[in-house]
């Protein structure tokens, strides 16, 4: 088994097409049938399927890929680490959800780019549910996830920060007026939500299925902008992390409810593959990630409570306690 064949076949497996497949690898398209054949020869076994014009891989194909993918991952690695020794270089392909990209890693990639001016990131959006697929794939590096610590055999993952979510609604919604916001209270109201492979989308699932709670209707959005335009335009009640909403929380526009039921608050992870080496450059943006945003540095509006006074419920005095920002 020869690199140049692994290399072909990762293209053809992307691009499946012959003739962009050896555009992409700066070959002949003859010679992309011949070590394609000469490696489904050496193993055994078909690894696309030829229907008419179109190219699929086989079952046998894509169980390889991501071995495949690994083994010129590891190759080219090793070469790095020959040509740079320690110094962080080359390119990182990492995931990330719209809302940590926008609101927590602006001050990261600043710091990054001045210290390891080498190294080029590229993001690219993903799926909770694909996340560890990607990883094996080869096609993301690391990846930051919000949601539950992921516990996987397949992975490292780091915890670097808690995230406070919030149901907020505009100010002039009917339940802003309840002093706390109970899971009973959600049923028959409109819900504006991100799709369902989100992390804290699906602990409010649970929460609504476990306890037969059912809304008038939910709408998914791909953006959270989206979602905060239409809860400020009173469409519905909102979810999302509490930094999402530092801007609108603090000029009042929009309210952000005290929840009083099971905890909906996530955590931001950074993740990698168990058998991808950590190279000096995923180190390094490892390292800058924890130290510009470290979870006891954090502040959100729920951490900056107020004395307020409110009257007891028999009339007798007042009391002073503690509530949330809302």
Same mark, same amino acid.
């Given at each position: ?9 990762? $293209?053809l497996?992307?691009e499946?097409?012959?003739? %962009?497949t050896a555009?992409r690898?700066?070959? *002949? +398209?003859s010679? *992309?049938?011949?070590q ?9 076994v078909p690894?696309?399927?030829r229907?008419?014009k179109?190219v ?5 194909g894509?169980?390889?890929? /991501? ?5 010129l991952?590891t190759? #080219?690695? !090793? ?7 320690s110094e962080?270089? !080359?390119t990182?392909c ?5 809302s940590?990209?926008?609101y927590r890693? @602006?001050?990261?990639l ?7 001016p ?6 690219? /959006? ?10 094996e794939?080869?096609d993301?590096?690391? $990846?930051?996830?919000m949601?539950e610590?992921? %516990?996987?055999?397949?992975?490292? $993952?780091?915890?670097?920060c808690?995230?406070k ?5 505009? @100010? ?7 002093e =706390?916001?109970? /899971?009973?209270?959600?049923?028959g +109201?409109?819900?504006?939500l ?15 299925a476990?306890l037969?709670?059912?809304?008038e ?11 905060k ?5 009173g469409?519905g009640?909102g979810?999302l992390p ?8 603090t $000029? !009042?526009l ?5 929840? &009083?039921? @099971? #905890?909906?608050?996530?955590a931001t992870n950074?993740?990698?593959?168990? &058998? ?10 490892? #390292? ?5 945003? @470290? ?13 307020t006074?409110l009257r007891?419920? #028999?009339?007798s005095g007042?009391?002073? =306690?503690?509530?949330?920002? =809302?």
């Open positions: 088994m020869e690199v140049r064949q692994l290399e072909i076949f990762c $293209a497996a992307n499946l097409n012959f003739t %962009r555009e690898v700066h070959t *002949v +398209q010679n *992309v049938t011949t394609i054949k000469a490696l489904e020869q050496e193993l055994g690894l696309f399927d229907l008419a179109h699929v891989l086989t079952d046998a894509r169980s390889f890929l /991501p071995y495949a993918t690994r083994a991952a190759m #080219d690695e !090793g070469k790095q680490l020959l040509i740079s020794g962080p270089v !080359g990182l990492i995931g990330s959800p719209e940590v990209l926008t890693l @602006p001050a990261v600043d710091r990054f780019r001045i210290l390891y080498k190294v080029e990131l590229r993001f690219r /959006p993903h799926w909770h549910e694909a996340l560890i697929e990607s990883l794939s080869g993301l590096d690391m $990846a930051i996830s949601g610590t992921i %516990r996987a055999e397949k992975v490292h $993952a780091v915890r670097l808690g995230e979510v919030l149901l907020f609604a505009h @100010p002039a919604h009917p339940l802003v007026a309840k =706390v916001l109970r /899971p009973a209270d959600l049923t +109201q409109v819900l504006l991100t799709e369902s492979g989100c992390g804290y989308r699906k602990k409010l699932d649970d929460v609504l476990t037969n709670i059912k809304p209707g939910t709408t998914e959005f791909t953006s959270v902008e989206a979602i335009q239409c809860v400020m335009a469409m009640l979810l509490e930094i999402v909403l530092m801007k609108e929380l $000029a !009042g929009v309210t952000g409810f005290q929840w &009083d039921g @099971p #905890d909906l608050d996530i950074i993740l990698w593959h168990r &058998d991808k080496w950590l190279s000096p450059a995923m180190k390094a943006f490892l #390292d800058t990630l924890k130290e510009t945003i @470290p979870e006891d540095r954090i502040e959100t509006p729920s951490k900056r409570r107020s004395a006074k007891d419920s #028999d009339g007042s009391r002073l =306690v503690e509530s949330a920002f =809302v």
